[in-house]
């Protein structure tokens, strides 16, 4: 279908941050497959100057409104969904006051600081029927999508019974300012809020079979470590009660891993899979390696070069924001108020086992 012939929808953005204009490059992005037309309705910054720059730089084929108060944003009858691109401290304070506006949200991980606010989020929304889902991108890409077929349909590693993944991203914590997002607690500071989440959702692909939204809960073990009482670095251990698989999802902001190398294994009957990529936030490839019959001891622990691996690769697009883009205008369009791939209860699931793995780590956010 022509550019000109598909269904539009439009954004008012919140924030002009680091992933806010990552996302506005995608969704001006025009791909093969596109089946929306997305146009940047509107921003709000904190400053005039700041959306007027950002606007010329991001999306400069558009003619969005500039707002220098968010609030302004809900308020404009023209836009349909706004994108909200704040640090994880305000995701609160900005849904509901969308909400409140009656604005359908795309909201950034982590969705908010506890389960507690997600779920008084998802009331307002529902009270006020309006569409909101977690900007968790990673679960829209397909190779994402792929590999959760692959093991829990096609069973190629045959049954799952353990997985690991680590999210290291040295941020230089020590040289940032203390109103930094990474240092000020009550914007969320800390590594698990902000990248840990990833290292769970890969576990989660891993581990629960069951439909988003009812995942069993799992039994946790979790330890964090603080520097000037923000948490750098965390380990937890998840134990799925009705099947005993094992999950360890750990996480620092004090050292990155090297980029293309492995951040996520998983392991069942049949075999194991590595994925690969830049980190678990943008994975590239995965190789699923069945397991080796007949062999010996020696062929298994010394003899790498003998293990037959599938690789499957997945070419970049854009960004990767483009899959998530798509799906939420689409439900938008369709007037669901829900998403399918992250619906309300996945969120609440997710935020719930981050609330416990803080509370046995003793990470506390103001006013918890
Ligand atoms: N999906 C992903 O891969 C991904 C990647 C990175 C981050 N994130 C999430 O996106 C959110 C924002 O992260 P980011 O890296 O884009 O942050 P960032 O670069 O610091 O930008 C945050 C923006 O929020 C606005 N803001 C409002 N009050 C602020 C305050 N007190 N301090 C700092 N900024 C404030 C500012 O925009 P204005 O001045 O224009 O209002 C600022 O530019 C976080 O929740 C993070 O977890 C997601």
Redesign the pocket.
Known sequence: MAMGELPTIRWGI??????????VEDLVLEWQGLKVKHIIQA?????LQ??QD?AAKYCPKQTPQIYDI?GKVYLDNEVDIVY????????YRDCMEAIAAGKNILC???FTLNARQAREIFDAARAKNVYVAE????RHRPLYLELKRLLHEEKVIGDVFRANCDFASDIGLENLPA???YR?L???AGSF???G??SLTWIMLALNDRPAGQGQKPHIMAAQTHEDGIEVTTSAILQYPSTSRQGIVTTTNKSSGAPGEVFAAIHGTEGFVEVEGKAP??PESFTVYPKQKGGSADRCFFKREMWQGQRHEYAPLGR??VYEAQNTALDVLAGRKESSIMPWAETLYIMEIMDEIRRQGKTIYPGE
């Open positions: 919140i924030a002009t941050g680091l992933i806010s204009s990552w996302f921003i709000g910054s904190s400053s700041k959306g950002f968010y909200i691109g704040t640090p994880h401290g305000y995701h950034e991980k982590s900007a968790m991108w990673l109103t930094s997002r000020d009550s914007l969320g809020l902000d990248i989440v990833y936030s943008i990767g924001f």
